[in-house]
């Protein structure tokens, strides 16, 4: 009689989609559940004699038990969800965005949320990698790519939470870098509710604008030849960080603010007209003053600010450098995307003609101010950008954390923070401290003061905004630096005693204060 009773519960369980008993394992749960336009691919528990190495470089095995959830929304939003044990969980789901074409998941992401105690997920946002022509005559996947995919995560992720352990989770954040940062600026802005914290890194807020300017830039490096080699290119940009260096009171390799920093290429100026290895011809001069300033379209609209001194220019011409890899975004959004045509010369780009174009294809604008509705839900919001990155703009994140600062005020001012980090690179890399907790992994010390989704916790359950947060960098598997990253319009600054190395001898300065 027992035993019957125990089969028509289970049955019971499986028809009406219920979670199962809190001592069952996750992909028990899984394996039975049923949920309107999501089908479970596989459900497979990670653990110790079952160890999954994520697919990461250098990613280690994970022996830590979890279900790994490898599942499709609709016809080919493929996605992953990591779930902890019941005790493990703390309540909380972290999506990890994808940079770039995407076509894949945020493994680093996955990995790191689900250490944490969160359940984790990732979108490969509707297409694969290996489709190098993901976006030929696919609005679809135009769509997808550009925003449905990460909603839909969101909301079905928090229904299959909810089914497995019997409550939703309390909290949803969202962290992405690049054309991640994009994709979560485009959560704030599109879909308020999805997400309670946001952390933002070189969002790409003008997405079209960045892609115009790869374009353009290719087509100069082919034309340059062998004029500016990388070599030459690094002359400039050390030499521009040498002159800038000390404005920040400290000569230390990197520029604390580009934006105050006066560089003239005529500087490196070869005397006489014999070219050397530390100078630079007239022509060289002026190839970098071309690249390096505002870019305009062929009938004189200004595109965008240009580049930051101190910025290390990749001399990439046409075409694609990636052999084998993925193309730039830019090259599939005006070859596949605006023109239709797999075999498209991109020698044949141009501004005034192809950048308008993109908005027919998708809508890659993540510049929206009004983000009312998201404050309003109580969300928070932490943008951060490095000063070096050459390939999105940093001033474009300023420009925006203005904009958003301008249009909800006193709300903005409390539920918003930017930090800009002196010497980074492309979400990571560059000469300065580069782990802070923002996208790709926790900090090495991963606390609130230290670590930016530490940070989002703290000031979500708390209520306590970051006003700074202390970067590391690490070389040769030691800490050599560390310096804190101050919310913005403030900076670090120099105290004037103690090691210019150890974050305690700075002061996070506001101009006029």
């Known amino acids: ?36 336009d999501v089908r479970i691919v596989s459900a497979v528990e990670v653990g110790p004699g079952r160890e999954f190495t994520p697919l990461y470089p250098a990613a280690a095995p994970m022996r830590l038990p979890f279900c790994r959830v490898q599942g499709v929304i609709e016809r080919e939003i493929g996605f992953e969800l990591w779930l902890p044990t019941d005790s493990a969980w703390n309540r909380r789901l972290l999506v990890g965005g994808v940079g770039g074409q995407a076509g894949a998941f945020n493994y680093r992401e996955l ?20 489709d190098a022509h993901w976006l030929l005559n696919r609005p679809d996947r135009a769509a997808n790519y550009a925003h449905r995919a990460n909603h839909l995560l969101a909301v079905k992720a928090k229904a299959i939470l909810k089914a497995v352990y019997g409550a939703a989770p309390r909290n949803a954040f969202f962290v992405g870098c690049s054309g991640g940062g994009r994709q979560a600026l485009t959560e704030v802005q599109k879909y308020p509710r999805d997400f309670d914290g946001v952390i933002a890194g070189a969002p790409g807020v003008n997405t079209p604008e960045m892609s115009a300017r790869r374009m353009w830039e290719m087509q100069q490096h082919s034309r340059f030849g062998t004029l500016m080699n990388a070599g030459r290119w690094r002359l400039v940009a050390d030499a521009a960080i040498s002159a800038c260096d000390p404005i920040d009171g400290v000569r230390d390799g990197i520029i604390g603010d580009p934006t105050r920093c006066r560089f003239d290429p005529a500087s490196l100026a070869c ?34 600010g240009g580049l930051l001194p101190g910025m290390l220019v ?28 797999p075999n498209r010369d991109s020698r044949g780009f141009r501004i005034a003609r192809d950048l308008p174009a993109i908005d027919r294809v998708m809508d890659l604008h993540a510049d929206d101010p009004e983000i009312g509705p998201f404050l309003g839900n109580g ?16 001033q474009s994140t300023i420009e925006y954390h203005r904009s958003v600062l301008r249009s909800a005020g006193p709300r903005a001012a409390s539920s918003v923070r930017l930090f800009m980090a002196p010497g980074v690179d492309h979400c990571r890399g560059g000469s300065g401290p580069d782990l802070f ?77």
């Open 379 to 394: 969300g928070k919001l932490i943008l951060y950008h490095g000063w070096a990155d050459p390939l999105v703009a940093p």
């Open 271 to 304: 005397r006489g007209s014999v070219a050397g290895p530390d100078c630079l011809t007239a022509a060289q001069i002026e190839a970098v003053r071309l690249v390096y300033s505002p870019l305009h379209d062929e009938e004189g609209r200004r595109v965008d």
């Open 111 to 130: 990995e790191r949320g689900v250490r944490r105690g969160y359940a984790s997920a990732s979108t490969d946002t509707g297409h694969k990698a290996s």
């Open 437 to 513: 907790g923002g996208a790709g992994g926790d900090s090495p010390l991963p606390n609130p003061d230290h670590d930016l989704l530490s940070a989002l916790e703290r000031w979500v359950d708390r209520k306590q905004a970051p006003e700074r947060v202390i970067a590391t960098r690490i070389e040769g598997g030691r800490i050599v630096r560390t310096r804190p990253l101050c919310a913005w319009p403030a900076s670090a600054r120099y105290s004037g005693a103690g090691s210019i190395d150890e974050a305690a001898s700075f002061v996070c300065h506001r101009e006029g204060m």
């Open 1 to 36: 009689m027992r035993v019957l009773y125990f089969f028509a519960t289970l049955m019971l369980a499986v028809l009406l989609g219920a979670a199962a008993p809190a001592s069952a394992a996750p992909c028990d749960s899984v394996a039975r559940l049923r949920l309107k």
């Open 314 to 341: 990749s001399p990439t011409p046409l075409p694609e450098p990636f052999t084998p890899g993925p193309s730039y975004l830019a090259v599939a959004l005006f070859g596949d995307g605006v023109h239709g045509d």
